[in-house]
């Protein structure tokens, strides 16, 4: 039986966070002896469909998703299942995919602490000037903003690359932060819809995104200001607001 475990974390505004994860994939890879694959609930490169699809390329027929949260992120678990049901549901596989109980979960985490607190120390020298850096005052002078959904079901079906293509085109097209400001975001609610981006203040969102349309997006709506109807995906009006009124009747033109 080939086994292969799928070392599952959240980035949590981390930038570094799928670095560490890998390297300790890697470590722990080392110590048991199987291939353990890195994956990012969400906000990461490499989602848990990917690290499942890669274990599936390589003929796995055991795999086991370890939840390495610490603390305990009941989120990250109960979303690691259902990416996973997904994916096996899609994939046509009826066995085979288990998951461990959560890192923090462990008698060992405890242990691990221990080895952390009683190991090798450094002072704190850095200065706190950067933590009040004048530039995290100002407010970038952009004419839209735009919202990426990078939650765990957009994730899962690929928005860290609709995310990367948006950027990449962005600066191909010379828009910087002072004319498109874009932010990656956690679930922007209708899961099912993604990969999704919303386009703000114009209050447009386009979804079911491939790279193809994601250009678009940005050719004809963020720099030619040209909303891509066929695209977007009408949003109902808020509840309890007033019924758009008729235009009023306009005088004939006189002959």
Not at 106 to 128: F, K, M, Q
Request: proline fraction near 9%; aromatic fraction near 4%; hydrophobic fraction near 40%.
């Amino acid at each position: 039986m080939s086994r292969q475990i799928v070392l599952v974390g959240r980035a949590l505004g981390a930038p570094t966070a799928e670095q560490t994860l890998a390297s300790l994939a890697g470590r722990l890879a080392e110590r048991l002896g199987h291939p353990v694959r890195p994956a990012l609930l969400d906000h990461g490169e490499r989602s848990v469909h990917g690290a499942l699809d890669q274990c599936l390329a390589d003929g796995a027929t055991d795999i086991l998703l370890v939840p390495a949260q610490v603390p305990r992120d009941r989120y990250l678990e109960t979303w690691s299942r259902k990416a996973t049901a997904h994916w096996i549901q899609k994939a046509g596989m009826d066995t085979g995919v288990r998951v461990a109980a959560g890192v923090s979960e462990t008698n060992e985490v405890v242990d691990a602490l221990v080895a952390a607190v009683s190991g090798p120390t450094r002072p704190i020298n850095e200065s706190p000037d950067a933590f009040r850096s004048p530039s995290w005052s100002e407010i970038t002078a952009h004419r839209r903003h735009v919202f990426v959904c990078r939650g765990p079901r957009c994730s899962a079906y690929g928005a860290a690359g609709i995310a990367k293509t948006l950027s990449a085109h962005l600066r191909e097209r010379g828009q910087d932060d002072d004319a498109v400001l874009v932010t990656n975001t956690g679930c922007l609610v209708p899961c099912n819809l993604g990969p999704m981006v919303v386009v703000h203040p114009d209050d447009v969102w386009y979804t079911h995104l491939d790279d193809e349309a994601v250009r678009r997006v940005v050719d004809e709506h963020l720099c030619d200001g040209m909303v891509v109807d066929e695209l977007r995906t009408p949003r109902p009006a808020p509840a309890g607001a007033p019924e758009p009124q008729a235009p009023p009747p306009q005088p004939p033109e006189d002959t």
